[in-house]
């Protein structure tokens, strides 16, 4: 796996970095590189994009959504919490979790507000109709009626995925009620 420049700087910077000593201006440091490997588009006041909601070609820089940002926050958050470092930050005594530090909630609400300000608008999930999941389902039965240019791993991602969408079919606007179900309570 090839690493950019950057993340070689970062490795190197931090290679004594670990759970134990990890402190939330570290961390901070972490969330601005890792920023600069997003794919959201924030148009500075003077684009003339800006107003723009596709994939313009300006100069302007690209980031790591603010939605996206606050996950990776609540997944370090959960790993330092694992490791034994609790759920918050203590200032006086400079430890506990690191990710639960006024500076990283302050840094996720600048990157939300400057996202806002920029006109950005999260990307929301495109919604799957009943006449695309009929022919999902007829994709996913020939392809399976073809099993001998299928790997091992495509074939068994066909058959655990056929059953979920033949569920939707039949479920109309409960789908995602079904997709909580457990094997036992199908049966």
Same mark, same amino acid.
């Given at each position: ?116 300000? +920029? *006109? ?7 919604? @799957? ?5 009929? =022919?999902?389902?007829? %994709? ?16 068994? +991602? *066909? ?7 033949? @569920? ?5 606007? =409960?789908?995602?009620? %079904? ?9």
């Amino acid at each position: 796996m090839q690493h950019s420049h950057s993340e070689e700087i970062w490795e190197e910077s931090n290679s004594t970095l670990n759970l134990d000593n990890a402190s939330p201006g570290v961390m901070r440091e972490f969330l601005v590189w890792k920023d600069s490997t997003g794919k959201t588009k924030v148009h500075l006041d003077s684009c003339v994009f800006r107003t723009q909601s596709d994939k313009a070609s300006c100069k302007c820089p690209i980031r790591r959504a603010a939605s996206s940002l606050d996950t990776l926050i609540g997944q370090l958050r959960a790993i330092f919490r694992d490791h034994g470092r609790g759920s918050d930050w203590n200032e006086v005594f400079g430890f506990g979790n690191p990710m639960a530090a006024p500076s990283i909630k302050r840094h996720l609400q600048a990157v939300t507000l400057e996202q806002s300000k +920029a *006109l950005v608008q999260p990307c929301q999930a495109m919604p @799957l109709f009943f006449d695309k999941i009929v =022919r999902m389902c007829r %994709v996913i039965n020939y392809e399976l009626a073809h099993k001998d240019r299928l790997s091992g791993k495509k074939r068994y +991602a *066909l058959a655990r995925d056929k059953p979920y969408f033949t @569920l939707m079919c039949f479920t109309g606007d =409960r789908a995602g009620d %079904v997709g909580r179900l457990k094997r036992d309570q199908i049966r």
